[in-house]
DNA sequence: GAAGACCGTTGCATTATGCAAAGAAAATGC
DNA sequence: GCATTTTCTTTGCATAATGCAACGGTCTTC
């Protein structure tokens, strides 16, 4: 447990102890699904890094398009792209080439293995994430995936202007 | 939304279904929470790099400790650790000093301004929390307080033998 | 007291990153 | 139609994170 301010003084008797209670209850679920996605990719990637990964996933997800792009959504330099692109493609898990309407750019794309790698990557992934909820109670998992898909939906985009694309990438 | 493979098939009618469609929140809440602690980190950091903020976290939630101790909690090669320490400590976060009781090992310990940083990092991701927890609706915290215990319960250590050392460090 | 185990340190190589400058190509302005 | 500006990619330069391997102190053990 990184940091764990236990729920402080209970000021408010009633709400405001649940309410403290929650954002600890929310940070300790955190670093479980931190680790599971961390987990996930080293066992599918080996020599593949987490940043390169991210980038896999983000043209699995999104579709092919410009090194400016990718650079955008990931939150980078054009240049760290750039070198990402070109390691990645010399793994085999990307193709690049230049567009003829507009041969500045140069799109990406996710080859056959680069897909195979981050569908591995995910299934894995959900498959952690089952076996836990497997783990739980029954009576708990019917509040929580309500609980859940609000609890995202009210943190989707709290005050961040333009950042919906992809935080991390995972 | 990096890799979601909508629900797909509810092939089983009720119980099936509403487990694929957990693993599924899960998944897309764990994209809301690892945003919130980058996020969190970037706004007290600066110039402080993530691996360089898990390591003064650890040293705030576990006190001192041997420069092979951290590198084994934070899962790098001690020749990483030595580095990150150097630079911690020309940044000021932490001190280092030779135990006379082992003349090998070398004690890391944090500093005022390390143990500062890492506890406005970490109220800075706890507000955060609180405000998305706010924004939900009133009638979904009670269940998710509940729900997230058990799911951070039964996650807590999969399989891994040992690994409760800081998954990741946030 | 010598062998072996443990610890930190340093050298070497690769990846990730950002900033800045250079070069090529398209869009705009006049 | 041509010059200016904008947009994109690429390359040079610097720093951080990382792992592996080798080295040199410092215990521990027999």
Redesign the pocket.
Known sequence: MPDDHSPSTPDVPNQGGLEEDLVTAVLTASRVLVAISARSLGEVAESL?L??FRMLVLLHSRGAM???RLAEHL??????A????E?LAAAGMVVRDTRPE?????RAALTEQGARTVAGATERRREEIRRIVQAMPARQRTGLVQALRAFAEAGAEPAAPHRQPEPLGW
Do not use: C, I, Y
Not at 82 to 85: F, S, T, Y
Not at 102 to 106: A, G, L, N, P, Y
């Open positions: 890094t940043p390169q410009s090194l400016s939150a980078v330099n054009p240049s760290t750039m070198r990402m692109l390691r507009d041969r500045r750019e140069v």
